[in-house]
């Protein structure tokens, strides 16, 4: 149990890493996601392949894949837009709402009851980014993409709950990178052609036009990103899960952020960058994040 713990943190701590590896890589937040869902893929392919795990996916559920696969790619455009908009803190902060859209969105998509303390729960969250928003309103447009891309995570989390468990996931992973590389392709060919790659640069892009190919640096970053924090995480997640709680686990991966927010700290000092207002406002939204795990314990209590 001790050693299943261990590797489920160091899974959420990798995870952690990916907004600091956001803001060092030079890419645009598109032409990021592009690489990382690209060598993702390939490297999945090649454990499967090695280990020969390919499995059958019936027509139905792969069209469900290919969709969540697309969420999932314009939810990291999203992600990686605020870190290059704002900063790693910021993203990762919007990003720890998505439990509450979860429980909102939920209800809708399963056909249930609302709670109303769940609704609660979800304004003392939104208070919290307005908070964000009112003392660091110069991260105006990082804080809604961090919000798009909190929503985005709350409904192909709630997607993924109908197929999870028909399949290995790793097949499943492949074909849902797959399938939001070539979503994230699509839209790159068009904005090229088009002429307006203009509205996908970051601010500290003083080029004028996407940066295509990585600087040397960069290559080494997107395989950390790829390697370390999407298949490595997820290997050492899934080996954890055959040993600890849904309790647990879910409760391990709410540090994410925390762990994302101290590394930003340390590797960016971010902490110099934030106004005191920001830290009210990610009291509120972790206040609201506690709340809702303390109803999990009371109505789920963890197996012993």
């Known amino acids: 149990m001790k050693n299943a713990l261990l590797r489920m943190h160091a899974a959420v701590l990798l995870w952690g890493f990916t907004g600091i590896l956001g803001r060092a890589i030079s890419l645009d937040a598109p032409v990021l996601v592009w690489y990382r869902m690209l060598l993702t893929a390939a490297f999945m392919a090649v454990i499967l392949t090695f280990r020969k795990q390919w499995v059958r996916i019936r027509r139905r559920d792969m069209r469900r894949l290919v969709l969540i696969g697309c969420l999932i790619g314009l939810h990291w455009v999203a992600f990686y837009g605020s870190v290059k908009f704002a900063n790693a803190s910021v993203a990762l902060i919007c990003l720890s709402t998505a439990s509450i859209f979860v429980s909102l969105l939920d209800p809708l998509v399963n056909r249930s009851r609302y709670d109303l303390r769940e609704l609660l729960l979800g304004m003392l969250a939104i208070v919290g980014v307005y908070l ?3 003392f660091q309103s110069f991260y105006g447009k990082g804080i809604a993409y961090g919000i798009v891309a909190a929503v985005l ?3 192909f989390t ?4 109908r ?5 290995p996931v790793r097949p499943m992973v492949f074909y849902e990178m797959a399938a939001g590389w070539v979503l994230i392709s699509l839209i790159l060919a068009v904005l090229l052609v088009s002429g307006l790659e203009g509205l996908l640069l970051s ?4 080029t004028g036009s996407l940066l295509l190919t990585p600087l040397p640096a960069d290559w080494l970053w997107l395989a ?11 290997s050492l997640a899934l080996s954890a899960l055959k040993r600890l709680s849904a309790f647990t686990v879910t409760l391990s991966v709410n540090m994410e952020p925390v762990y994302g927010i101290l590394l930003a700290f340390v590797f960016f000092r971010e902490n110099k960058e934030l106004h005191p207002g920001f830290f009210i406002g990610m009291a509120l939204i972790c206040l609201s994040v506690v709340l809702q795990m303390l109803r999990l314990i009371r109505f789920h209590p963890p197996k012993r």
Do not use: E, F, M
């Open 203 to 206: 601010p500290d892009n003083t």
């Open 153 to 155: 995570s709350a409904v």
């Open 163 to 167: 197929i999870a468990g028909k399949y």
């Open 224 to 234: 950390v990103l790829s390697l370390c924090c999407t298949v490595w995480a997820q």
């Open 132 to 134: 964000i928003y009112r």
């Open 158 to 161: 709630v997607l993924n709950k």
